[in-house]
């Protein structure tokens, strides 16, 4: 269970992963060993399973982003599971989702080219059980990351 403190060290977690524990001290209030011991209590029970940096695409030469509506024959959950275990074998989708609705995955590619993109669908094509897929490359992004506002 997390509290109100927790919330504010996520919080500053969240914009920043580095932070160095004076400035946590700084802007929860509270002081540097409090702060270690519940950071590491929330890792410990599964709140915080990892750290990460955010990367510009366009500075890493990986500019293409297409989000991929994915169809699949009717089948088992155990089928759903082979399907999502091949998708995973694809680097270069970034996320994938089982989802509700017209399709029946959403995946999210990050690539270089749309050449490479080609061959990534051409990969997610041959993937035994996909029928279909519907994609659209990002030509611009608003918002993006996976912050969860608590």
């Not at 029970?45 to 990460?52: A, D, F, P, S, V």
């Amino acid at each position: 269970m997390i509290d109100e403190i927790d919330k504010k060290i996520i919080k500053e977690l969240t914009k920043n992963s580095k932070i160095k524990y004076k400035d946590l001290v700084r802007s929860v209030g509270i002081t540097a060993p409090t702060i270690q011991r519940r950071i590491k209590r929330m890792e410990k029970e599964g709140i915080i399973i990892g750290y990460t940096i955010l990367l510009d695409r366009e500075k890493v030469k990986k500019d293409i982003m297409a989000i991929v509506g994915i169809y699949t024959s009717p089948g088992t959950l155990e089928f759903s599971k082979q399907i999502t275990k091949d998708f995973l074998k694809i680097k270069e989708i970034n996320s994938v989702f089982y989802v509700t609705g017209e399709y029946n995955f959403c995946a999210i590619i990050i690539c270089s080219s749309i050449k490479e993109l080609n061959r990534i669908l051409d990969k997610i094509s041959s993937i035994q059980g996909v029928t279909r897929t519907v994609t659209s490359i990002v030509l611009d992004t608003a918002k993006e990351g996976l912050i969860i506002e608590l």
